[in-house]
């Protein structure tokens, strides 16, 4: 699986942006599909994961209320909406598949990653 993010972007704080992650392959219904970020000096964390019905979602405190994740098996894609943007949110989002069912927490769960965009929130 080929994983293309995109999205990213300056924007407000308040402000809003989606991200989306292609994926190529016929597969891409069999895989959960994760969000995480890593910002300058951190480590990569994870953001939210979906699974591969979409069924099933799972987030990060950071995330939970403000974010969305949601999947269009149709279209091979994943999405992330993000509301309410602080500062505290700048980083390159990566999405990324695992063949674990249900969704994970853990970076080393996921097998494919896409190469990242960046998210930049002014304050």
């Known amino acids: 699986v080929q994983l293309q993010a995109s999205g990213g972007g300056l924007v407000q704080a308040g402000g809003s942006l989606r991200l989306s992650c292609a994926a190529s392959?016929?597969?891409?219904?069999?895989?959960?599909m994760g969000w995480f970020r890593q910002a300058p000096g951190k480590e990569r964390e994870f953001v939210a994961a979906i699974s591969w019905s979409g069924g099933s979602t799972l987030y990060a405190d950071s995330a939970k209320g403000r974010f969305t994740i949601s999947r269009d098996n149709a279209k091979n894609t994943v999405y992330l909406q993000m509301n309410s943007l602080h500062s505290e949110d700048t980083a390159v989002y990566y999405c990324?598949?695992?063949?674990?069912?249900?969704?994970?927490?853990?970076?080393?769960?996921?097998?494919?990653w896409g190469q990242g965009t960046l998210v930049t929130v002014s304050s």
């Open positions: 392959g016929r597969t891409f219904s069999s895989y959960t």
């Open positions: 990324a598949a695992s063949s674990m069912d249900g969704g994970s927490r853990y970076v080393y769960e996921y097998d494919y």
